[in-house]
């Protein structure tokens, strides 16, 4: 009877911490796949806002140039 109970709590320890381990890597590529989406949405954020900065830039440039 003492061996079947240690070989339960062996059991629900290691299903314990195996879950532990688990749920701690998920979250960790949870926080980095966010962290790269932010980052390259902020990445062509501002690629689009300078590329139509200069867009109206030079627009502006040749309007008051040749009118």
């Not at 688990?22 to 989406?37: E, K, L, N, T, V």
Request: charged share 0%; net charge neutral.
């Amino acid at each position: 009877m003492m061996l079947v109970i240690l070989t339960y709590y062996y059991y629900y320890y290691y299903y314990y911490y195996y879950n532990y381990y688990y749920y701690y890597y998920y979250y960790y590529y949870y926080y980095y796949y966010y962290y790269y989406y932010y980052y390259y949405y902020y990445y062509y954020y501002y690629y689009y806002y300078y590329y139509y900065y200069y867009y109206f830039y030079y627009y502006y440039y040749y309007y008051y140039y040749y009118y």
